[in-house]
């Protein structure tokens, strides 16, 4: 799934026997803005000023915004029946918590989830909910890479079952 037209379009030549989606996850089935294309480009309501600041700057379709469906990830899963996904990768520029908190984590397992460090995780106080969540729906923290920004969660069905 990508809200990107140019990824979008890329997955569709390059993964033919893929199911390639075009959209976003949000909370509620609807539509969201997103600003930019390609490896960049970011839900519009959760933008952090400065990183708007900076596309602005840039002009061009870094600043337009675009209208792109969404609707919750556990919804899309459930439609294409997906209860369990060997590894899924959560790289969402900054909206990784509207994502997690797209799920029902009870009705799907990823055995690996690999996800971008987010501001979006992160609440006033400093906790981390994003790993509050993923901690009581039974994901183990197994790796950090600080270099690449990347966390790497294994669930405990996962782990009892040595798939990783």
Known sequence: ????????????????DAVVLYGAACARRGVLRFLGEGPWARAAEYVNPKVQAMMDAKGGEAAIPVSVPCEPLGDTLRRHGLRRVSLFSLDVEGSE?????????????????????GASCKTADGTNRCHALLRRSGYCLVEENVKSHNEYWVSEPALKARHC
């Open 1 to 16: 799934m990508d809200a990107s037209v140019r990824n979008y379009e890329l997955a569709l030549t390059n993964r033919p």
């Open 97 to 117: 918590w509207q994502v997690l908190e797209s799920l029902d984590l009870g009705t799907v397992t990823f055995d690996v989830l690999v996800m971008e460090q």
